[in-house]
């Protein structure tokens, strides 16, 4: 792998890091008011289930299985055709899926009342919590057709090296929700409604991000009907079990939102709510990685260059494993404080927060293993290969739902969320076995010091900031919470300083690649 790729993805990583860091910080402003205003009974747990259903079908068949299909395919056109050869793939893609989108939202509004009983199966098949989550599900379904097709434009910019606009899309979901909550909320009877429709708005505002930016490109609007298309063919193959092994983490948390239907009222917005802490790191750093590397996989699989492919999935690990154990760390310290800090105000109450944070835990300790999948699958789907990911991935699944209904007993909800860390973690060493059999990525020696060195400058700057943050950080009822926010801020910063001098210490080559990611390098 050439210096220039190492630093072409580095730069593409930046780009996604840099809006996506927006994105999450938008993230947990609108968490924040969700859960100032509702709280975390009912209201929460019939929203959250409505909105994860067409998330979850978001993350599978559109950001998920068609952009990791999509790319290696329309990349491999660019390179061994040409533009307007992949511009008229793409075109006959958008088609042929605006219709499908156009079916699944319809399906999804009329089938609702069942898809909830699945999904929340301790809701009950009547009463007004189900019926309310019924109305939200309805609502927010048609958001697949917008961001499958923002997932679709998403696809061609990345592979045309484009990441901005991707990337930014979803900092106006955030907005919608935000303004939704505050503008539309009060004006109904069922006020949780004007979150649903914020959905909605944020979708549709995604969409038309993306649409500029591709025309700008030569990409020409306009409907293609060819179902003979070769490459068609071969999108929908490894499009199919891509739907499994792409998003076995949200199949997982699927499983574990199922199961929370079974405990204690709030249980799935506690963990929701740790979960979105965990996404924090995972998204602005692991998802970008993930993202900016997949268009320079697919290249240098379409190329045949299969040294430089393994060698950027070693850069690509040891620059997550650098970057998460950290992460990891300052979540297991930190947590308790961040979540009373966030969320700790209105009706969410400190109860609430001990509850989220026990979640939070057991979250935080497979963060490496999440982040880590990210990337390793991306390996085999710029291989073209689509079957290995399925069959790990049911093993992860079998794996999660035994982990989860024996800890579910005594650990609660804490139980669900550390299924899906040993399940994750589980999944990517099976995942590293066999995509290094089937792509000789040379000795691990340089990711196993990596990641010993990152755990080690992780566990220093752990130890420090707990006691630091024992002496110095002071939360709770009147406490100053700007005075929380700057000491948590102050606690953050040193942590990061404490963590990049004991790396440059032991001489971590990651910097390097961090300062890439900057522009300061």
Same mark, same amino acid.
């Given at each position: 792998?050439?210096?220039?790729?190492?630093?072409?993805?580095?730069?593409?990583?930046?780009?996604?890091?840099?809006?996506?860091?927006?994105?999450?910080?938008?993230?947990?402003?609108?968490?924040?008011?969700?859960?100032?205003?509702?709280?975390?009974?009912?209201?929460?747990?019939?929203?959250?289930?409505?909105?994860?259903?067409?998330?979850?079908?978001?993350?599978?068949?559109?950001?998920?299985?068609?952009?990791?299909?999509?790319?290696?395919?329309?990349?491999?056109?660019?390179?061994?055709?040409?533009?307007?050869?992949?511009?008229?793939?793409?075109?006959?893609?958008?088609?042929?899926?605006?219709?499908?989108?156009?079916?699944?939202?319809?399906?999804?509004?009329?089938?609702?009342?069942?898809?909830?009983?699945?999904?929340?199966?301790?809701?009950?098949?009547?009463?007004?919590?189900?019926?309310?989550?019924?109305?939200?599900?309805?609502?927010?379904?048609?958001?697949?057709?917008?961001?499958?097709?923002?997932?679709?434009?998403?696809? %061609? @910019?990345? #592979? /045309?090296?484009?990441? *901005? +606009?991707?990337?930014?899309?979803?900092? &106006?979901?955030?907005?919608? !929700?935000?303004?939704?909550?505050?503008?539309?909320?009060?004006?109904?009877?069922?006020?949780?409604?004007?979150?649903?429709?914020?959905?909605?708005?944020?979708?549709?505002?995604?969409?038309?991000?993306?649409?500029?930016?591709?025309?700008?490109?030569?990409?020409?609007?306009?409907?293609?009907?060819?179902?003979?298309?070769?490459?068609?063919?071969?999108?929908?193959?490894?499009?199919?079990?891509?739907?499994?092994?792409?998003?076995?983490?949200?199949?997982?948390?699927?499983?574990?939102?199922?199961?929370?239907?079974?405990?204690?009222?709030?249980?799935?917005?506690?963990?929701?709510?740790?979960?979105?802490?965990?996404?924090?790191?995972?998204?602005?750093?692991?998802?970008?990685?993930?993202?900016? %590397? @997949?268009? #320079? /996989?697919?290249?240098? *699989? +379409?190329?045949?260059?299969?040294?430089? &492919?393994?060698?950027?999935? !070693?850069?690509?690990?040891?620059?997550?494993?650098?970057?998460?154990?950290?992460?990891?760390?300052?979540?297991?310290?930190?947590?308790?404080?961040?979540?009373?800090?966030?969320?700790?105000?209105?009706?969410?109450?400190?109860?609430?927060?001990?509850?989220?944070?026990?979640?939070?835990?057991?979250?935080?300790?497979?963060?490496?293993?999440?982040?880590?999948?990210?990337?390793?699958?991306?390996?085999?789907?710029?291989?073209?290969?689509?079957?290995?990911?399925?069959?790990?991935?049911?093993?992860?699944?079998?794996?999660?739902?035994?982990?989860?209904?024996?800890?579910?007993?005594?650990?609660?909800?804490?139980?669900?969320?550390?299924?899906?860390?040993?399940?994750?973690?589980?999944?990517?060493?099976? @995942?590293?076995?066999?995509?290094?059999?089937?792509?000789?990525?040379?000795?691990?020696?340089?990711?196993?010091?990596?990641?010993?060195?990152?755990?080690?400058?992780?566990?220093?700057?752990?130890?420090?900031?707990?006691?630091?943050?024992?002496?110095?950080?002071?939360?709770?009822?009147?406490?100053?919470?700007?005075?929380?926010?700057?000491?948590?801020?102050?606690?953050?910063?040193?942590?990061?300083?404490?963590?990049?001098?004991?790396?440059?210490?032991?001489?971590?080559?990651?910097?390097?690649?961090?300062?890439?990611?900057?522009?300061?390098?």
């Amino acid at each position: 792998m050439s210096e220039s790729e190492k630093k072409e993805i580095n730069l593409a990583a930046g780009v996604v890091s840099f809006f996506t860091l927006l994105s999450r910080i938008l993230g947990l402003v609108r968490d924040m008011v969700i859960a100032s205003m509702f709280g975390s009974g009912m209201l929460t747990d019939a929203f959250f289930v409505a909105f994860r259903i067409p998330n979850l079908l978001r993350r599978l068949f559109a950001e998920g299985s068609l952009t990791i299909s999509f790319i290696p395919v329309f990349t491999d056109y660019l390179y061994t055709k040409s533009k307007k050869d992949a511009f008229e793939l793409a075109r006959v893609i958008l088609t042929v899926l605006s219709v499908i989108l156009i079916l699944v939202t319809l399906l999804g509004i009329l089938l609702s009342p069942w898809i909830v009983r699945i999904q929340a199966f301790g809701f009950g098949g009547s009463g007004a919590k189900y019926d309310l989550t019924v109305l939200l599900t309805r609502i927010t379904f048609p958001y697949i057709f917008f961001i499958g097709l923002v997932a679709f434009f998403m696809g %061609v @910019l990345n #592979s /045309l090296r484009h990441f *901005a +606009a991707p990337a930014a899309a979803p900092i &106006f979901l955030n907005v919608s !929700i935000i303004g939704a909550a505050y503008l539309i909320s009060p004006q109904l009877k069922e006020p949780v409604v004007g979150l649903a429709i914020g959905v909605l708005i944020g979708g549709l505002f995604q969409l038309l991000l993306q649409i500029p930016w591709v025309i700008k490109e030569g990409f020409i609007l306009l409907p293609s009907w060819n179902l003979n298309h070769p490459a068609l063919k071969q999108i929908g193959r490894l499009m199919l079990p891509a739907v499994f092994g792409s998003a076995v983490y949200q199949i997982n948390q699927f499983i574990g939102t199922l199961l929370a239907s079974f405990l204690a009222e709030g249980s799935i917005s506690w963990l929701y709510y740790a979960d979105r802490l965990v996404q924090f790191p995972l998204g602005v750093f692991a998802l970008s990685v993930s993202t900016a %590397v @997949l268009p #320079s /996989l697919s290249k240098e *699989a +379409a190329q045949n260059r299969l040294a430089e &492919f393994g060698d950027t999935v !070693i850069h690509s690990l040891q620059l997550i494993f650098f970057i998460t154990l950290p992460a990891m760390a300052g979540l297991i310290v930190l947590g308790k404080p961040v979540i009373q800090i966030l969320f700790q105000h209105g009706v969410f109450d400190s109860y609430d927060s001990v509850m989220t944070y026990k979640a939070l835990l057991f979250y935080a300790v497979g963060l490496w293993a999440f982040a880590g999948i990210r990337v390793t699958v991306a390996g085999f789907y710029a291989l073209k290969d689509t079957k290995t990911p399925v069959k790990i991935a049911i093993v992860a699944m079998i794996a999660n739902l035994i982990f989860a209904l024996c800890l579910m007993g005594k650990m609660r909800h804490a139980g669900l969320a550390f299924a899906l860390s040993l399940a994750s973690g589980i999944q990517l060493l099976l @995942l590293l076995i066999f995509l290094n059999r089937k792509v000789n990525m040379g000795s691990i020696k340089p990711v196993i010091i990596s990641v010993l060195k990152a755990s080690l400058s992780a566990l220093i700057m752990g130890i420090t900031i707990y006691y630091l943050h024992l002496k110095w950080l002071t939360t709770g009822p009147g406490i100053n919470i700007w005075v929380s926010v700057l000491d948590l801020s102050g606690l953050i910063v040193s942590g990061i300083m404490i963590y990049f001098i004991t790396a440059r210490l032991l001489n971590c080559p990651e910097i390097k690649a961090i300062l890439s990611m900057l522009h300061l390098a």
